[in-house]
């Protein structure tokens, strides 16, 4: 297993432990309960398996603390790290902190519910940051916030104050950025899961291969005569 902090350049996965109550439960109605956790656990599988096709030291930051054990047998290769603070912005402000305290960098944050991202996005993200002088790099969404960020150093300031889930997220965040003098890339824009129309996307683009647990369990959904979402 690796140790908890990891060094040199590193891909790092933002995840709740797959618990009813606690994932996506705007997915609820469509699914139920219980496959919409199903769902966010496969979608973790997947971004897993995405990650580990990178060439950087890999770590999970996961939530909540009681959840550790089920963390270190879902994903025995990766450092774990407990998420700590009061908001999405606190929690991954100290992911980077802990990261970059422990020797890696740059460090790339991932969220779990974006299994369809391109490798070569977190490819091009760390090269950014490592040769190209950027001190953050973005993966925008289109709803708004991003799927993707990376930095060359901790910038704790970068995500204080900012009015998670809105449409305000990446504006706010690249005004800021601004503000505190970064230089920052933006590459294209991707997508992740949110509501049910975000779940048929995901259907029809894992038809053609990527994201095999995401796929399977939709499959199976089909087979049972289920709608999609």
Do not use: N
Not at 1 to 21: L, S
Not at 94 to 115: E, Q, W
Not at 150 to 160: I, M, S, T, V, Y
Not at 165 to 179: F, N
């Amino acid at each position: 297993m690796m140790t908890e902090q990891c060094g040199g350049a590193t891909v790092a996965v933002m995840a709740k432990a797959p618990m009813v109550g606690a994932v996506k439960t705007r997915l609820v109605p469509a699914l139920g309960a219980v496959d919409a956790v199903d769902l966010c656990r496969c979608m973790l599988l997947d971004t897993l398996d995405l990650v580990r096709g990178v060439a950087a030291a890999r770590a999970l930051a996961f939530a909540p603390a009681e959840a550790r054990p089920w963390f270190a047998e879902t994903a025995p290769d990766f450092g774990l790290i407990p998420q700590t603070g009061r908001d999405l912005g606190e929690r991954m402000a100290a992911v980077f902190t802990t990261l970059f305290a422990g020797g890696a960098g740059p460090v790339v944050l991932v969220g779990a519910d974006a299994p369809t991202l391109p490798s070569d996005f977190i490819t091009q993200a760390l090269a950014a940051l490592q040769v190209g002088g950027a001190d953050v790099a973005l993966v925008p969404v289109e709803d708004g916030g991003y799927c993707l960020v990376g930095l060359a150093a901790p910038q704790p300031a970068l995500f204080a104050g900012i009015p998670w889930s809105t449409a305000e997220v990446l504006t706010r965040t690249l005004c800021r950025a601004s503000a505190l003098r970064l230089r920052t890339v933006t590459l294209p824009s991707w997508w992740d899961v949110d509501t049910p129309a975000d779940v048929r996307r995901l259907a029809d683009h894992v038809a053609a291969g990527p994201a095999r647990h995401s796929r399977e369990f939709l499959a199976a959904r089909t087979r049972a005569g289920q709608a999609v979402c």
